[in-house]
């Protein structure tokens, strides 16, 4: 599968963006989804994750509360609303998927999107 994110871009802090990932190619609502992102200098890091059923959510400590993750299986989309943005927040957002149950590791994740950069200014 092919993922392609979109959706960021320069805010001030405070402020509220929405993120996409939109899969082609062979594209199942068995897939599961997650968010990652990586600051300069800084491991990647686990954002948020959407089983392929889209009934549970988990996030990481550092969003939970101002982030939430969603997916439209008929679109092959998942989107990633971020509310209350902080400095940061700022970094390359990418979202990644699996075949079956969910995970909150990257090296679980086998298919990657290009990433999309967001920067939130203060």
């Known amino acids: 599968v092919q993922l392609q994110a979109s959706g960021g871009g320069l805010v001030q802090a405070g402020a509220s963006l929405r993120l996409s990932c939109a899969a082609s190619?062979?594209?199942?609502?068995?897939?599961?989804m997650a968010w990652f992102r990586q600051a300069p200098g800084k491991e990647r890091e686990f954002v948020a994750a959407?089983?392929?059923?889209?009934?549970?959510?988990d996030y990481g400590d550092s969003v939970k509360g101002r982030f939430t993750t969603s997916r439209d299986n008929a679109k092959n989309t998942v989107y990633l609303q971020m509310n209350s943005l902080k400095p940061e927040d700022t970094a390359v957002y990418y979202c990644?998927?699996?075949?079956?149950?969910?995970?909150?590791?990257?090296?679980?994740?086998?298919?990657w999107g290009q990433g999309t950069q967001l920067t939130v200014s203060s």
């Open positions: 190619g062979r594209t199942s609502s068995f897939y599961s």
């Open positions: 959407i089983p392929w059923g889209g009934d549970l959510t």
């Open positions: 990644a998927a699996k075949p079956g149950i969910w995970s909150v590791y990257a090296r679980d994740f086998g298919s």
